[in-house]
């Protein structure tokens, strides 16, 4: 799991990461895939609060982005985030398939 720590209302940087599967992390190929970025809070029963397809920064190398939101980080709290793979198919792939990544939004002083 990874954590990665926020300011509330901020849109930068960009959520990036390598997408990768096995007990070596190879990269994903997303060649032909779509990629949504999902992000809920760590609270139980909470709806999902961002649902949205996320850029493919370089597919053979399974990069992604997210883009913030206007409204994605104007809550304080910890959230889980992974990143839903659609293949060609139709079949369906969440990474990290192994729990969550974690961000944790903190207050602004500003």
């Keep these: 799991m990874t954590v990665t720590y926020l300011k509330q209302n901020d849109r ?3 959520y990036a990461a390598t997408l990768v ?3 070596h992390a190879t990269p ?3 060649t032909g895939c779509t990629v949504h970025f999902h992000m809920r809070s760590n609270a139980a ?3 999902i609060k961002v649902d949205i397809p996320a850029t493919v ?6 990069t992604v982005r ?3 939101g ?3 980080l104007d809550t304080v709290g910890r959230y889980r985030v992974e990143w839903q793979i659609t293949y060609p198919s139709g079949r369906r792939l969440p990474v990290p398939s ?7 939004v903190v207050d602004d002083l500003a």
Excluded: C, F, K, T
């Design 12 to 14: 930068l940087p960009a």
């Design 21 to 23: 599967s096995g007990p």
């Design 28 to 30: 994903i190929d997303l």
């Design 45 to 47: 029963g909470q709806p």
């Design 57 to 62: 920064v370089d597919a053979a190398a399974g």
């Design 66 to 68: 997210h883009d913030w």
């Design 70 to 72: 206007v409204n994605d």
């Design 98 to 104: 192994n729990g969550w990544d974690e961000i944790r």
